[in-house]
């Protein structure tokens, strides 16, 4: 072809020192005008291509970007409803203020159908609406917001005025602060004889939660749930609130937001609730949620109506995914469907890769600092060796060692050869295997390899004593 080292940085767009530097590492010493054969351009290519196409991978599965506040628009803001969470200590009232919210706002501005659990639902109160998280407490609020999702705006902490401050309101008061969002306080149920709402209020002072009345900024409400008293009252607490927010968002960019919840339908496919936070969606759209993809094919409110857009803050189920994902997963709305099944693909093999690279691989290097990460009780090893005596002796010295409370945990314990079914084995338990005079089979030998599996030979028992101790507290000498 007559192309020379330039030619070729050109066409790369790169510089010609890191072309001359790529061929020394692939073995050709070349300078910047001496011609190349096509064999070695083709190579080149190639290794820039499935670099570029990496690249590319890497930059379509990254939909985060796009939840940046800095992209969006400030002057195409609007007001939008607050997104509330109900949490509290069991029985105090949740799910019945849930339920008494549903009976009697419910209003997507229609009238008719029977309001369904679809995990979220709009309020009204004169013409303002308020979106309510459905599912209470607050195991599923942090697990969505360690998936990525930080949706809610307001939590209402039920306390229960004939019960007072429990370990559960203690438990949802951290996970309101450690999630940035204000609380107001409904104290609940004081309908009933022997409630007692100002101890709660006195209760909460230690908490930081301190009402108006006592110069503190926390909204109490007095509630009682079941019979409806002053639930109209926290609703106009909770639009007060969420004024002083000033919830906007921009509903002219393609939609984005996050799973609510999700589940596979036997007729319908992969159903899935999802809070739009930006931008307007709507049927049609090509969709990438967490690492699944697809296209809106049908959206409906909590009334099971067909809705044709949803603005933010605005809660709706849709169908048309590849796959089923999680609660607390971003979706974003892309240019087409193919770049939509591109993110999706990318992500899930992002994902599986993560997976398998995470996968609880345990290693005699880096056995101190996942012991301290996983907090480990024991430390799982597989034993294998020439002979019975040496298993046993192995075994039985491996079993004394304790650190800090740790213990060895031998998982399995054999004479002979390390075998494919060792190494299942030692994935499947996070374990090390240590080989005594003995070593693997070559099938084991590239399993490990490949699921990064740590094996250890060994030839004086002392030696695996020692090396094993030393990795768990941290002294290990590295082998090069
Ligand atoms: P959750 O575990 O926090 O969801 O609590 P629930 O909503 O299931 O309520 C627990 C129990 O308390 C149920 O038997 C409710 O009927 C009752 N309850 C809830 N709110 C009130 C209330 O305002 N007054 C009275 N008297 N009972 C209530």
Request: proline share 4%.
């Amino acid at each position: 072809v007559g192309m020379n080292v330039q030619d070729l940085a050109k066409l790369l767009h790169r510089d010609a020192t890191e072309i001359i530097k790529k061929l020394f590492l692939l073995g050709v010493v070349t300078n910047q005008n001496q011609s190349l054969d096509e064999d070695t351009i083709e190579v080149l290519a190639a290794d820039y291509g499935i670099e570029a196409q990496q690249k590319a991978e890497e930059d379509v599965a990254d939909i985060d970007r796009f939840f940046d506040d800095e992209t969006i628009d400030e002057a195409a803001l609007v007001p939008r409803a607050p997104v509330v969470t109900i949490m509290g200590h069991v029985d105090h009232g949740k799910t019945t203020l849930l339920d008494y919210l549903r009976k009697t706002n419910v209003t997507a501005g229609e009238a008719g159908g029977i309001t369904q659990h679809i995990g979220a639902y709009q309020a009204r109160l004169n013409d303002k609406l308020i979106t309510f998280l459905d599912t209470p407490g607050h195991a599923a609020f942090t697990e969505m917001r360690a998936r990525g999702a930080n949706i809610t705006d307001i939590t209402i902490l039920v306390v229960a005025a004939d019960d007072g401050v429990q370990p559960q309101t203690i438990e949802a008061i951290d996970h309101a602060k450690a999630a940035g969002t204000p609380v107001i306080v409904a104290v609940n149920k004081i309908d009933k004889e022997g409630a007692n709402p100002e101890q709660v209020m006195n209760q909460l002072m230690a908490y930081d939660l301190v009402p108006e009345e006592y110069g503190g900024d926390t909204i109490f409400v007095k509630i009682s749930a079941k019979m409806g008293q002053n639930v109209d009252q926290l609703l106009e607490m909770i639009l007060l609130e969420a004024d002083v927010l000033e919830l906007k968002a921009d509903p002219t960019q393609p939609a984005r937001g996050s799973v609510i919840e999700a589940r596979l339908d036997k007729g319908r496919g992969p159903v899935s609730t999802v809070l739009v936070q930006q931008g307007t969606l709507r049927v049609g759209d090509p969709i990438v949620v967490g690492n699944t993809y697809g296209r809106v094919r049908t959206m409906t409110n909590e009334k099971g109506h067909d809705v044709e857009a949803a603005t933010p803050a605005t809660p709706v189920q849709i169908t048309g995914l590849n796959e089923v994902p999680l609660a607390g997963d971003r979706f974003l709305v892309m240019a087409d469907e193919k770049t939509a099944r591109a993110a999706g693909e990318a992500r899930a093999k992002r994902a599986r890769e993560e997976v398998r690279n995470a996968s609880s691989v345990v290693t005699l290097d880096t056995l101190f600092n996942t012991m301290a990460e996983k907090a480990m009780k024991t430390v799982p090893v597989i034993v294998k060796a020439d002979v019975q005596g040496s298993v046993e002796a192995l075994t039985g010295s491996l079993k004394k060692i304790e650190v800090d409370g740790v213990r060895v945990d031998v998982v399995h314990a054999a004479v002979g050869a390390i075998n494919e079914s060792d190494i299942s084995l030692a994935e499947a338990s996070s374990a090390i295997v240590l080989g005594f005079n003995v070593r693997p089979t070559p099938f084991a030998k590239s399993q490990a390899n490949n699921d990064k599996i740590d094996m250890r030979f060994y030839s004086v028992i002392y030696d695996a004593i020692d090396d094993v101790t030393a990795a768990m507290k941290g002294q290990l000498e590295p082998v090069y």
